[in-house]
């Protein structure tokens, strides 16, 4: 934005006439007026130098901080600089001073020596690059013991605060030439008994473990400003667990929106707009707008990295692209910023002070007004009074959304009436229940924390309980729930700052015993449902293993065990309630299981690989590949397949590893294996991910675990029965180079390519068939796998078909229906039949995981996603579906049964 002549001389006219301690700069510096009106602001602040670091650093500190407050208050007055550029200008400015009195402070310590060691970590507007025109800064000072340069007898700790006291008192002290910038320093940890600069590691400690609610705020806007900015930046790296958490604790969330209250409070006499009014922490001003976005970054910034921007403005931006807030409502509180905070900067340009009030003499708030172009302090109050009034409304809004609803009656009578209005018509178990609740003799609700977290969640739970298909059945679940629960004022905190989610739980409670067994055993699970992309479409391997990267970045094998399962078990939770809101199809869910699953295979086979390596070295030309099949090979599993895998290493069987503890190859690759075994399935503190199935290997359980490329394909052309070949079909390489994946899925498309006798795998197949139903027998008439007509009998028809034709070898059994039908193999309308009972074995895992009878709303649920209207229709449709596969496989076996005929 560049501004004529005129606007600039009428910048340099109200500021010395309104403004006395600019008027001064303007007389000390008339050379930088005269270059602002010649060529502009920025022209004249890229002719100001900082000073060097020498003797007379205070004094030339001082000195540039005048010149650059003069051209920076022309440059906000004439309109050349929005607010944003004006604080991020003083921002800056703030940081090159900070590194010159750091390195001045270091030059009279220890002269010669860099200036390192101490980090000067920024928080609040210098933290945002949102510095006010006269603001103190808050940062927080640390230092590294082990770099930082001392004297020979120095103690590490005394010479730190010495070099960090004398940095304070460069910029703070107040001379004949004033002072470069307000330090407060009472942000860190306990500031009535610690030393002004703490050691890094006692810093992350404590951020680790005792700090307070409003210092995980404070932290939102943080950033490495100056000093030794690699260990700021990796202080701040080590504590962003606790600044972003995936699991927000909605305590502390209700502990800052009281802050706020505390300072409306505080400051009453700021709260009534017009002359006084104070523009920080008045009702409507600067501070609503910061703490608005800030709750909402809070709620959902651990979740959703793209909402942690530390400016106000850039965080309601990002805050409404994500959808948390309404767009309007963000364009609106942005606009208002910049008015407030334009006109908190006149009133600091009048005397350099650092206040936020509108002065109560008329004649001072003329001044102020006449200082930003308006006409007087009545025109002043006319702009700010409708910018006041709307931020005031949004931040009731989001107070109102905080407020404790008013709680269930005590009153016996009375609360079961309020029972019967939520949805229990019979209200005396429910009466039973609550009242055990409030009693505390639960061991999650033995705390006072616990009965008030209680209390406020009790409404909205017991109409969200009331609406559930059976409200006493729902209500049951959830008391056992409750009962299993070290505590429960998270979990209810939580479900009543997020309505929504008592919505989902009771319906999970109500629907999906596989979820409820889950939700029961992580409570926390729930909180992953407050993420945006909750309910998105399955994300792709790729996708979460770029997702997962940051929070696995530099993690120790145990640590990475448990945040690997805490990543896998929210991400299939969440399918799983798509899965029962109708959100999306079963089958593209029993996609993204599979997906999941070869995320998890992949981070922990590498980190298993890793490991192994440290130790053992590398096989030399060699490596370790994994084989998929059944669900995970086929790309169809459901909420808890089990994981069929065959282990298989490249290479050189003779070979041995080159590290400080060589291990021949198969010794090495046999342990290995065992390794990523045990990652994928050894249960850990944060529980297990999945049951793997290593029988499928060559020779079965009786073989090794794990053999080389050649022995499989031997294996497979010479020794393996025909039920390995139909296993093969399902057959997918899923670890390892692109390499060693071709040349495993070479092997398996050139073994099922041999020629065969379609009579003899037929009779292969009847026999196996017959002996799988022997053993296994159906669990009833809804066990869609196992029963005449199920899957099973689709698969053998499907893989007779594969093998004895040489065709349509594709692992994804939609994909091989699809050509086995297009090229006359199969029935047209086998494909649909598959995908009915796919989806309805999808759907069963969870609503029915052992088989028991489903509940009417479960069925309805079932229904729904299997595409028909009602139970009734699912059972005709399944039906017809297991007969059309029967057809199929009833047709396969007279060649088989003429063969036996044949072989008696």
């Given at each position: 934005?560049?501004a004529?002549s005129?606007?600039?001389?009428?910048a340099?006219?109200?500021?010395?006439a309104n403004?006395?301690?600019?008027?001064?700069?303007?007389?000390?510096?008339p050379?930088?007026?005269?270059?602002?009106?010649?060529?502009?602001?920025?022209?004249?602040?890229?002719?100001?130098a900082?000073p060097?670091?020498?003797?007379d650093?205070?004094?030339g500190?001082r000195?540039?901080?005048?010149r650059?407050?003069?051209?920076?208050?022309?440059?906000?007055?004439?309109?050349?600089h929005?607010?944003?550029?004006t604080?991020?200008?003083?921002?800056?400015?703030?940081?090159t001073a900070?590194?010159?009195?750091?390195?001045?402070?270091f030059a009279?310590r220890?002269?010669?020596?860099?200036?390192?060691?101490?980090?000067?970590?920024?928080?609040g507007k210098?933290?945002?690059?949102?510095l006010n025109?006269?603001?103190?800064?808050?940062?927080?000072?640390?230092?590294?013991?082990?770099?930082?340069?001392?004297r020979?007898?120095?103690?590490?700790?005394?010479?730190?605060?010495?070099?960090?006291?004398?940095?304070?008192e460069i910029?703070?002290?107040r001379?004949?030439?004033?002072?470069?910038?307000?330090?407060?320093?009472?942000?860190?940890?306990?500031p009535?008994?610690?030393?002004?600069?703490?050691?890094?590691n006692a810093?992350?400690?404590?951020?680790e473990?005792?700090?307070l609610?409003?210092?995980q705020?404070?932290?939102?806007?943080?950033?490495?400003?100056?000093?030794?900015?690699?260990?700021?930046?990796?202080?701040?790296a080590?504590?962003?667990?606790?600044?972003?958490?995936?699991?927000?604790?909605?305590r502390?969330?209700?502990?800052?929106?009281?802050?706020?209250?505390?300072?409306?409070?505080?400051?009453?006499?700021?709260?009534?707009?017009?002359p006084g009014?104070?523009?920080?922490r008045g009702?409507?001003?600067?501070?609503e707008?910061?703490?608005?976005?800030?709750?909402?970054?809070?709620?959902?910034?651990?979740?959703?990295?793209?909402?942690?921007a530390?400016?106000?403005?850039?965080?309601?931006?990002?805050?409404?692209q994500?959808?948390?807030?309404?767009?309007?409502i963000?364009?609106?509180?942005a606009?208002?910023?910049a008015?407030?905070r334009?006109?908190?900067?006149?009133?600091q340009?009048?005397?350099?002070?650092?206040?936020?009030?509108?002065?109560v003499?008329?004649?001072?708030?003329?001044a102020?007004?006449?200082?930003?172009?308006?006409?007087?302090?009545?025109?002043?109050l006319a702009?700010?009074?409708?910018?006041?009034t709307d931020v005031?409304?949004c931040?009731?809004r989001?107070v109102?959304?905080r407020?404790?609803?008013?709680?269930?009656?005590r009153?016996?009578s009375?609360?079961?009436?309020?029972?019967?209005?939520?949805?229990?018509v019979?209200p005396?178990?429910?009466l039973r229940?609550v009242?055990?609740?409030?009693?505390?003799?639960?061991?999650?609700?033995?705390?006072?924390a616990?009965?008030?977290a209680?209390?406020?969640v009790?409404?909205?739970?017991?109409?969200?309980?009331?609406?559930?298909?059976?409200p006493?059945?729902a209500?049951?679940r959830?008391?056992?729930l409750?009962?299993g629960?070290?505590?429960?004022?998270?979990?209810?905190?939580l479900l009543?700052?997020?309505p929504a989610?008592?919505?989902?739980a009771?319906?999970?409670?109500?629907?999906a015993?596989t979820?409820?067994?889950?939700?029961?055993a992580?409570?926390?699970?729930?909180d992953?449902?407050?993420?945006?992309?909750?309910?998105?479409?399955?994300?792709?391997k790729?996708?979460l293993?770029?997702?997962w990267?940051?929070?696995?970045?530099?993690?120790d094998?145990?640590?990475?065990?448990?945040r690997?399962?805490?990543?896998?078990?929210?991400?299939?939770?969440?399918?799983g309630?798509?899965l029962?809101a109708?959100?999306?199809?079963?089958?593209?869910v029993?996609r993204g299981?599979?997906?999941?699953?070869?995320?998890?295979?992949q981070?922990l086979?590498?980190?298993?690989?890793?490991?192994?390596v440290?130790?053992?070295?590398?096989?030399?030309?060699?490596?370790?590949?994994i084989?998929?099949?059944?669900?995970?090979?086929?790309?169809?599993?459901?909420?808890a397949?089990?994981l069929?895998?065959?282990?298989?290493?490249t290479?050189?069987?003779?070979a041995?590893?080159d590290?400080?503890?060589p291990?021949?190859?198969t010794t090495y690759?046999?342990?290995?294996?065992?390794?990523?075994?045990a990652?994928?399935s050894v249960?850990?503190?944060?529980?297990?991910?999945?049951?793997?199935?290593?029988?499928l290997?060559?020779?079965?359980?009786?073989?090794?675990?794990?053999?080389t490329?050649?022995?499989f394909?031997?294996?497979?052309?010479?020794?393996?029965?025909?039920?390995?070949?139909?296993?093969?079909?399902?057959?997918?390489?899923?670890?390892?180079?692109?390499?060693?994946?071709a040349?495993?899925?070479?092997?398996v498309?050139?073994?099922?390519?041999?020629p065969r006798?379609?009579?003899?795998?037929?009779?292969?197949?009847?026999?196996?068939?017959?002996?799988?139903a022997?053993?296994?027998?159906?669990?009833?008439?809804?066990?869609?796998?196992?029963g005449?007509?199920?899957?099973?009998?689709?698969?053998?028809?499907?893989?007779?078909?594969?093998?004895?034709?040489?065709?349509c070898?594709?692992?994804h059994?939609?994909?091989?229906?699809?050509c086995?039908?297009?090229?006359?193999?199969?029935?047209a309308g086998?494909?649909?039949?598959?995908?009915l009972?796919?989806?309805?074995?999808?759907?069963?895992r969870?609503t029915?995981?052992?088989?028991?009878p489903?509940?009417?709303?479960?069925?309805?649920?079932v229904?729904?996603?299997c595409?028909?209207?009602?139970?009734?229709?699912?059972?005709?449709?399944h039906?017809a579906?297991?007969q059309?596969?029967?057809?199929w496989?009833?047709?396969?076996?007279?060649?088989?049964?003429?063969?036996q005929?044949k072989?008696?």
């Amino acid at each position: 934005m560049t501004a004529s002549s005129a606007s600039r001389q009428s910048a340099l006219d109200r500021l010395t006439a309104n403004a006395p301690f600019l008027a001064r700069l303007a007389e000390c510096h008339p050379d930088d007026g005269a270059r602002f009106l010649a060529e502009g602001a920025d022209a004249a602040l890229e002719a100001v130098a900082p000073p060097l670091v020498d003797d007379d650093i205070m004094a030339g500190l001082r000195r540039w901080r005048g010149r650059i407050a003069l051209l920076l208050a022309l440059g906000d007055i004439a309109g050349e600089h929005d607010v944003a550029a004006t604080t991020r200008h003083l921002s800056d400015f703030a940081d090159t001073a900070c590194d010159l009195a750091l390195a001045a402070a270091f030059a009279e310590r220890v002269p010669g020596e860099d200036a390192r060691g101490i980090a000067v970590v920024a928080l609040g507007k210098l933290g945002s690059h949102e510095l006010n025109y006269s603001s103190d800064i808050d940062p927080i000072l640390i230092f590294d013991p082990d770099t930082l340069p001392r004297r020979s007898r120095d103690d590490p700790d005394e010479a730190a605060v010495r070099i960090a006291r004398r940095m304070v008192e460069i910029l703070s002290s107040r001379t004949a030439d004033g002072h470069v910038l307000r330090v407060d320093l009472r942000l860190r940890p306990h500031p009535e008994v610690t030393p002004i600069v703490l050691p890094v590691n006692a810093a992350i400690s404590y951020y680790e473990s005792q700090a307070l609610a409003w210092e995980q705020a404070a932290f939102i806007r943080s950033r490495a400003s100056a000093g030794d900015r690699a260990l700021g930046r990796d202080f701040l790296a080590a504590i962003q667990p606790f600044i972003w958490r995936r699991s927000l604790d909605f305590r502390q969330l209700k502990e800052i929106g009281a802050m706020s209250d505390r300072i409306r409070d505080h400051f009453a006499q700021g709260q009534a707009f017009g002359p006084g009014y104070d523009l920080k922490r008045g009702r409507g001003g600067i501070r609503e707008i910061e703490f608005f976005a800030q709750v909402h970054q809070l709620i959902y910034g651990g979740r959703e990295p793209a909402l942690r921007a530390p400016a106000t403005v850039d965080a309601l931006a990002a805050l409404a692209q994500a959808g948390r807030i309404a767009p309007d409502i963000a364009a609106r509180l942005a606009d208002h910023y910049a008015v407030l905070r334009r006109i908190e900067h006149r009133l600091q340009m009048i005397e350099d002070q650092q206040t936020h009030s509108l002065p109560v003499q008329g004649a001072a708030l003329d001044a102020v007004a006449r200082l930003d172009g308006q006409k007087d302090g009545a025109a002043l109050l006319a702009l700010l009074e409708p910018v006041v009034t709307d931020v005031g409304a949004c931040y009731d809004r989001l107070v109102a959304e905080r407020a404790v609803t008013r709680g269930l009656p005590r009153d016996e009578s009375e609360l079961a009436g309020a029972l019967v209005a939520a949805g229990f018509v019979a209200p005396d178990a429910a009466l039973r229940t609550v009242a055990e609740w409030r009693s505390g003799k639960l061991r999650a609700l033995r705390s006072p924390a616990a009965l008030e977290a209680l209390e406020t969640v009790l409404p909205e739970l017991m109409k969200a309980l009331g609406k559930a298909p059976d409200p006493d059945a729902a209500l049951t679940r959830f008391d056992k729930l409750v009962a299993g629960l070290p505590s429960a004022v998270h979990f209810f905190h939580l479900l009543a700052a997020q309505p929504a989610l008592a919505q989902i739980a009771t319906r999970i409670l109500s629907l999906a015993p596989t979820l409820a067994d889950a939700l029961g055993a992580r409570v926390e699970l729930i909180d992953g449902l407050i993420d945006a992309h909750a309910f998105d479409a399955p994300a792709s391997k790729v996708e979460l293993i770029e997702e997962w990267a940051p929070a696995l970045a530099g993690l120790d094998y145990e640590r990475l065990l448990d945040r690997v399962r805490d990543r896998v078990g929210e991400r299939r939770f969440a399918y799983g309630v798509q899965l029962i809101a109708g959100a999306t199809d079963p089958l593209t869910v029993a996609r993204g299981y599979s997906e999941l699953a070869e995320a998890a295979l992949q981070r922990l086979a590498d980190a298993a690989v890793a490991e192994f390596v440290a130790a053992h070295g590398r096989v030399p030309d060699s490596e370790l590949v994994i084989l998929a099949l059944g669900r995970l090979g086929g790309r169809v599993l459901t909420h808890a397949s089990d994981l069929d895998l065959i282990y298989l290493f490249t290479g050189d069987h003779l070979a041995e590893s080159d590290g400080p503890r060589p291990l021949g190859a198969t010794t090495y690759y046999n342990r290995l294996a065992q390794r990523v075994t045990a990652a994928m399935s050894v249960p850990t503190a944060a529980g297990k991910l999945y049951d793997v199935d290593t029988r499928l290997r060559p020779q079965g359980a009786q073989g090794p675990l794990v053999v080389t490329l050649d022995s499989f394909e031997r294996y497979q052309r010479e020794e393996a029965w025909t039920w390995e070949h139909m296993a093969l079909l399902r057959a997918r390489a899923v670890y390892g180079s692109d390499a060693a994946r071709a040349a495993v899925d070479r092997i398996v498309a050139e073994v099922l390519a041999s020629p065969r006798d379609g009579a003899a795998v037929a009779t292969d197949a009847a026999g196996m068939r017959d002996k799988m139903a022997a053993h296994k027998p159906p669990k009833g008439a809804l066990d869609v796998k196992n029963g005449p007509g199920g899957l099973v009998d689709l698969e053998f028809a499907m893989q007779v078909t594969q093998l004895a034709s040489g065709r349509c070898h594709d692992p994804h059994i939609p994909t091989a229906l699809a050509c086995l039908t297009a090229s006359g193999l199969a029935p047209a309308g086998i494909a649909a039949a598959h995908h009915l009972l796919a989806a309805m074995l999808v759907m069963l895992r969870l609503t029915a995981p052992e088989g028991e009878p489903s509940t009417p709303a479960a069925r309805q649920l079932v229904a729904e996603a299997c595409g028909c209207d009602d139970w009734t229709a699912l059972l005709a449709a399944h039906e017809a579906a297991r007969q059309e596969i029967m057809d199929w496989w009833v047709a396969i076996r007279p060649a088989a049964d003429a063969q036996q005929e044949k072989q008696a």
